[in-house]
């Protein structure tokens, strides 16, 4: 079974500066992916940037990026330029091609963007 | 636009008695799967299907039920609500061999 673990309940960050999430997961699965979901007041989960793990080159999506190190089992996500519609709850999530196409999920990192 | 909608947004009930929560996606997407969201565990797989007559458990099934008639709706049915299922409820979808999941807007139950 697949565990993921993000080890900061909460963080904040000034508006313009950059944050950095930690995510860490462990498996045995080599053909996996790894996922940033964002969950504004709206409830509403909003995938931000996903990475594939036989990809070296870490994924980037504007301001988005990650920081992925597959063998320490490391997947951070890096905001930069911060906006206050960043602030949110961050999810880190796993899926396995070959356990069915289901996420697992960590248990999440509260984001508060100060003006 | 094609979406995936859930309903109720928002439940009250009691202690013993049956809901059902429905979800429903218009992109025609295979997979569907329902979790629950409580604080500090993130999102947990209750049950999830690969297509019609297809149904599977997940992590967190006791207690929970689902049926999948079309490709379009899997409802989830609590059998008798206990106070343990208060939580939020969101159904996703996503397309055969592809992995991102898509996700409906939310149910809030709460079990008195």
């Known amino acids: 079974a697949q565990t993921v673990t993000q080890s900061q309940p909460e963080m904040s960050v000034q508006e313009a500066e950059t944050v950095t999430l930690s995510c860490t997961y462990d498996t045995s699965e080599s053909d996996y992916y790894l996922f940033w979901y964002k969950q504004p007041p709206s409830r509403q989960m909003i995938l931000v940037i996903r990475?594939?793990?036989?990809?070296?080159q870490n994924a980037t999506e504007n301001r988005f990026s990650v920081n992925f190190q597959k063998a320490a089992k490391s997947f951070s996500l890096k905001i930069s330029d911060s906006q206050l519609g960043d602030a949110a709850m961050y999810f880190c999530a796993f899926l396995s091609n070959n356990a069915g196409n289901m996420l697992t999920f960590g248990g999440g990192t509260r984001l508060m963007v100060k003006p | 636009d094609a979406e995936i909608t859930q309903s109720p947004r928002h439940k009250i009930t009691e202690t013993g008695r049956q809901v059902t929560l429905a979800c429903h996606q218009t992109w025609n997407h295979n997979n569907m799967f329902w979790y629950r969201q409580d604080l500090g565990h993130g999102l947990r797989l209750i049950h999830y299907s690969y297509g019609v007559q297809d149904t599977n458990k997940g992590e967190v099934s006791d207690g929970y039920s689902v049926s999948r008639s079309n490709t379009e709706d899997l409802p989830l049915t609590l059998e008798s609500a206990a106070s343990s299922q208060t939580s939020v409820y969101f159904c996703?979808?996503?397309?055969?061999?592809?992995?991102?999941?898509?996700f409906g807007p939310g149910t809030r139950l709460t079990v008195l």
């Open positions: 990475q594939e793990a036989y990809k070296q």
């Open positions: 996703a979808s996503s397309i055969r061999g592809r992995n991102e999941q898509f």
